[in-house]
């Protein structure tokens, strides 16, 4: 590949400076003339039915414009994925779970808003509610949704192989059972949305949101109008980390009372609203039977999931699915029976979380491999090196992998953490442990997959670039910015960046299943070098020579190899004018990954995405004996994205990532008594703040997959899948005991350490 | 969350402070730092008739000595207390406890004076008013049943300052102003060891300032908590020793927060530890006695048992860093 100018670069943020500096403008720092106030009444109840809805009080406050509840809204269920559908903006008849939506209002300020609240009469007929997802699915357990009636509202059984043959051939079998809890994605912006509707009756969104162009879909569906009539903008966006892809009763609610009353209408969500009202990672209990060949194969695997999906589906069947098919990376795995259950219960719901139904069925493998390595004196790295899957490998789900640098992640990992050195021989309390996982690079093949961009060259030399990506905090716009500077041959300084505007910039499907950068940033290669074909094209007339011998590079359009034979980007564009070709110069680019066996693995096997992603995280940690506290004292990140477009924007990915592996290992938990959030607060959830960070180590792996921009693949959410486990397997090495349940708090340390004293 | 509405009032005198308070006692707060008070306030389990600040009244935050005694005005934040280079000198601890509270936010808005009046806790007190509206409201939020016990009448919320152990410890004193003028009173006695109402003070009275008399021997303060920031203590503990001149000690406080009503003395462990040597067996007997000693409840996500296990590591970890020749 040739030499690289923007791209591989460590370029600081585009917006940094600006977030740093807090000019950032996120949706609540927006304002409009005569804009009103909403707030939303929550169930106070876990189960139980609407038997009559009072809004006169709350209208009689001074200051409200306007009151709603489930009734007076169109009855049109919404959910992220089509086939799930089964929640209303505002619960019609009956509430699911604590903090269920019952009534919203608005007003002219947020105080009357909220003392509106306080007057409307809600009349509940309680109904018993059940909170164990395994409770639920008996006969006779309280129905949450009166179509399903064990449940079970989603489900996979999948088999690849013959199991049953594999475990009889097996050498060793090894049985363990794992519980994951509830862990709030936490972004530091809550949700919020801000609605205006113009003269001729649309409505623009402004919202905090991972998926603009979904957004709008819904938006249009659920207020029963046309798309055309609904704009939705992604102001800056203060984390997501899956908690934003789905629509929530703030989007709803402020675009049907702009709607309404006609005036701008913002709803901006409490941190408690975020904990008990929005979307958490699934908690799961797992079953998991593993069948190993004498010289350390692993040769099947069958995996009983259960998981707890609170109220009502979001993604469930995605998650269940992408729970079971990847199982099948990063280890070769030819047998696989896969059991899935997503289990409706009377408490927050369940959602998309970095990593997406992944993290918990992958902290199960990786902690039993290690356990599995153990018993048959295996070192544990040398056990995942020998399964490591391998690029070009067939796959007995169809996933196509064109580049795995898997095995080279297993090894600077190792080498990072010193393995050799540590591993078994440190101090009692101190440890090692590792463990690896792998990722789509986006999804081939759902709904409106497909990116677009649009790229001006303008008469000053600057490039204007539309794109539909929704840069939550990421750096997305950053990275799509290097990729046209490098095709464009100009500095980072000289793209201007428009995105995430359904009414002005390309269709994009946001930011989820780590695709962005895979996805947008090949739209975006194309818009460019179409628009950089059509200035070579007046180039090469002038110069008399070839298209294809030109190269553009720092600012300058010459015959390759020869810099001086050649014209500045800016000379270029005078001479396109001159020559009375069509101004403004723009290039178009739209991409859709390659569809060979396209699947959203739903119905049927097939790749499911582009490019796979493979990682290994390893960890150093001590624990102290006396009071069971872990400190995780280094963490060495080893991704193979293909190739960091921006170094430094992979590092903060890796660094995020750690920390929030930490949290799920060691600190934190979404505690519910009888459905009710005990901690639904920054105060008494405990996310690791930097004062618990350790030393963190990155390294790029860098494969150069064929099919992603300049080779890139996903680093956002696969990075999230394999800290936990390494903490937890570190733990393992330094004190001997196996922790099959998360968080490892220091009481359950001490408590495994007193029954190991009883040994 | 919105604040309920209120009449602001703004003295300029300590006197007024007092008037005002007096003249309305169950319906006014005193606004320091704000950091616990607004918070209750967004929450409504205080709603107020009147606010009094006092951060509009001249000379309530400062440092001094007089003569050997250490003077700290109620109104001097916990940052003016971690930074003075007075308290440096002279009490470490307390500038380290400092720092130890909250973060750095809070340190920098929170004062002494609120560290010690602070309310005290409880998972089914310190919730938004949604989270409580699935309950009548408990006792001290002005119901009739403690949820904690599920009995009327009493209160079992617990303090959970960092400040007060250490001070009772070093034997603070605090004076206070009232409508019939000053009286100081050992620190300990402001609390009154009632979860509803858990300070002592009377009718009117605002605390002024805190005096501790001259160090003598070594003080330790260990916060138990998930992370090393933002969070109140699942339990801590101020220990306090004084070698009696020989290799035995002489005095013992042991004072541990976030596990009764008000800060909590175990007066057994004190007296098992005073006139002996701090050997091993003395240790693991002592900290056993001051972890029975102790009645947490539940009121926070941690169990009553492990707080009281907590206190006995805790306790232990600090007599073993009296073992030491020089202590940390």
Not at chain 1, 689 to 699: D, L, Q
Not at chain 1, 722 to 734: F, K, Q, R, S
Not at chain 2, 181 to 201: A, I, M, Q, T
Request: aromatic share 6%; hydrophobic share 40%; proline share 6%.
């Amino acid at each position: 590949m040739n030499k690289l100018d923007v791209v591989g670069k460590r370029e600081p943020m585009l917006d940094a400076w600006e977030k740093a500096t807090g000019r950032a403008r996120f949706t609540d720092d927006l304002a409009f003339p005569g804009m009103l106030y909403g707030k939303i009444l929550r169930s106070p109840l876990a189960h139980a039915k609407i038997l009559h809805l009072d809004l006169t009080g709350a209208e009689k406050v001074t200051g409200v414009k306007g009151a709603i509840g489930g009734e007076d809204i169109p009855k049109k269920k919404y959910g992220i994925v089509p086939m799930a559908k089964d929640e209303y903006a505002l619960a019609i008849g009956k509430v699911r779970y604590v903090g269920d939506e019952v009534a919203a209002v608005v007003a002219t300020s947020l105080d009357a808003a909220e003392e509106a609240l306080s007057k409307i009469q809600v009349d509940y007929e309680e109904l018993p509610a059940v909170f164990d997802p395994v409770e639920a699915m008996q006969p006779g357990a309280p129905v949450i949704h009166e179509e399903v009636h064990n449940n079970v509202s989603a489900s996979i059984r999948k088999e690849f192989g013959n199991v049953e043959k594999a475990f009889g051939e097996s050498d060793f079998l090894f049985e363990d059972t794992f519980e994951t809890q509830a862990v709030n994605h936490c972004p530091l912006e809550p949700q919020a949305a801000l609605a205006v509707v113009d003269p001729s009756g649309k409505v623009t969104l402004y919202a905090s949101t991972q998926i603009p162009f979904f957004l709008r879909r819904n938006l249009a569906t659920t207020l029963d109008i046309p798309e055309s009539k609904v704009r939705v903008i992604k102001p800056k966006v203060g984390g997501g980390f899956g908690q934003k892809i789905d629509l929530y009763a703030k989007d709803f609610c402020a675009a049907f009372f702009a709607m309404k009353t006609k005036k701008p209408v913002k709803f901006v969500y409490e941190r408690e609203e975020v904990f008990t009202s929005t979307r958490q990672r699934h908690p799961m209990h797992i079953q998991l039977k593993t069948g190993m060949r004498k010289d350390g194969t692993i040769l099947a695997q069958q995996f009983k999931v259960i998981a707890d999906g609170g109220a009502y589906n979001s993604t469930a069947p995605l998650m269940i699915t992408l729970a079971c098919y990847f199982i099948m990376l990063p280890y070769r795995l030819e047998n696989l029976l896969f059991e899935g259950y997503h289990v409706y219960t009377n408490k927050p719901v369940g959602g998309a979380m970095r990593g997406h139904g992944i993290p918990q069925v992958r902290f199960a493998v990786e902690a039993q491999l290690d356990h599995v390595a153990e018993k048959m004196g295996i070192d544990p790295l040398d056990l995942r090196l020998k399964n490591a899957f391998q690029a070009g490998a067939p796959h007995p789900a169809k996933l196509r992998v064109q580049t795995c640098g898997f095995s080279d992640t297993l090894k600077t990992a190792a080498k990072g953490i010193g393995w050799e050195e540590k591993r078994g021989k440190l101090p009692f309390g101190r440890g090692v442990g590792l463990a690896g996982a792998s990722f789509p690079s986006g999804v081939s093949n759902m709904s409106h997959i497909s990116s677009g961009a649009m790229v001006k060259i303008e008469r000053d030399g600057s490039i204007t670039l539309l794109t539909g990506a929704a840069d939550i905090g990421q750096g997305a716009e950053t990275v799509i910015s290097q990729i046209v500077a490098e095709e464009l041959g100009v500095p980072l300084e000289d793209i201007r960046i428009t995105a995430a505007d359904t009414e002005i910039t390309p269709l994009d499907p946001g930011t989820f299943g780590s695709g962005v950068t895979l996805r947008a940033g090949n739209a975006a290669k194309i818009a460019s070098q179409e628009a950089r074909e059509k200035l070579f094209e007046a180039v090469a007339e002038k110069m008399e020579v070839n298209v294809k011998e030109l190269e553009a590079r720092n600012r300058r359009i010459y015959v390759k190899g020869s810099p001086e034979r050649g014209m500045s980007f800016k000379e270029a564009i005078k001479f396109y004018q001159y020559s009375d070709r069509p101004m403004p110069i723009i290039g178009r680019g739209s991409y859709q990954p390659p569809a060979k066996e396209p699947t959203t693995l739903l119905k049927e096997d097939g790749n499911f995405s582009p490019a796979y992603s493979f990682m290994t995280q390893a960890a150093e940690v001590e624990v102290d004996t006396k009071t069971g506290k872990v400190k995780v004292l280094k963490m060495v990140a080893s991704h193979d994205c293909g190739k960091a477009i921006n170094p430094m924007l992979v590092e903060g990915q890796l660094e995020g990532s750690v920390v929030g592996g930490m949290g799920q290992a060691l600190y934190e938990e979404v505690i519910t008594e009888k459905g009710r959030v005990l901690n639904p607060s920054f105060l008494d959830y405990g996310i690791p703040t930097a004062m618990e960070a350790p030393s963190i180590t990155s390294v790029e792996v860098e494969t150069n997959d064929p099919e992603g921009p300049f080779g890139a693949k996903e680093s956002g959410e696969g990075t999230q899948l394999a800290p936990a486990p390494a903490i937890i397997n570190a733990i393992y090495d330094a004190i001997g005991v196996r922790f099959k349940t998360l968080p490892v708090t220091p009481e359950k340390i001490l408590q495994a350490l007193d029954e190991k004293k009883k040994e | 969350m919105r604040l309920p509405k209120f009449e602001y009032l703004e003295p300029k005198t300590l006197q007024e402070a007092v008037r005002a308070l007096a003249s309305d006692a169950k319906r006014s707060v005193l606004l320091a730092g704000g950091t616990d008070l607004l918070v209750n306030m967004k929450h409504r389990v205080i709603e107020p008739k009147q606010v009094i600040n006092l951060k509009t009244i001249p000379k309530l935050a400062y440092v001094k000595n007089v003569k050997d005694e250490l003077r700290i005005g109620a109104l001097a934040t916990l940052h003016d207390l971690s930074s003075s280079r007075v308290i440096q000198e002279r009490f470490p601890i307390l500038s380290h406890v400092a720092t130890k509270v909250g973060a750095y936010a809070l340190q920098a808005m929170g004062t002494l004076g609120g560290n010690l009046c602070q309310g005290n806790r409880c998972r089914f007190y310190n919730q938004s008013a949604f989270w409580r509206g699935a309950k009548p409201p408990c006792y001290k939020a002005g119901g009739k049943l403690c949820h904690v016990v599920r009995k009327p009448g009493e209160c079992h919320s617990t303090y959970c300052g960092d400040m007060a152990p250490v001070l009772i410890a070093l034997e603070a004193q605090v004076r206070v102003v009232g409508p019939n003028g000053e009286r100081v009173l050992s620190l300990s006695k402001l609390y009154s060891r009632d979860g509803k109402r858990p300070l002592s003070l009377r009718k009117g009275e605002i605390l002024k300032e805190v005096l501790i008399p001259p160090p003598s021997g070594k003080t330790l303060y260990l916060k138990w908590r998930r992370r090393e920031s933002i969070e109140f203590p699942i339990v801590s503990l101020a220990l306090h020793i004084e070698k009696d001149g020989t290799e035995k000690i002489g005095k013992a406080r042991i004072i541990f927060s976030a596990v009764g009503s008000g800060p909590v003395e175990t007066i057994g462990a004190e007296e098992m530890l005073e006139s002996s040597s701090l050997d091993n067996r003395t240790i693991e007997r002592v900290s056993n006695q001051a972890a029975k000693e102790i009645s947490p409840m539940r009121t926070s996500i941690y169990s009553p048992s492990y707080k009281r296990r907590m206190a006995g590591i805790l306790l232990r970890q600090a007599l073993e860093n009296f073992q030491i020749p020089n202590p940390k």
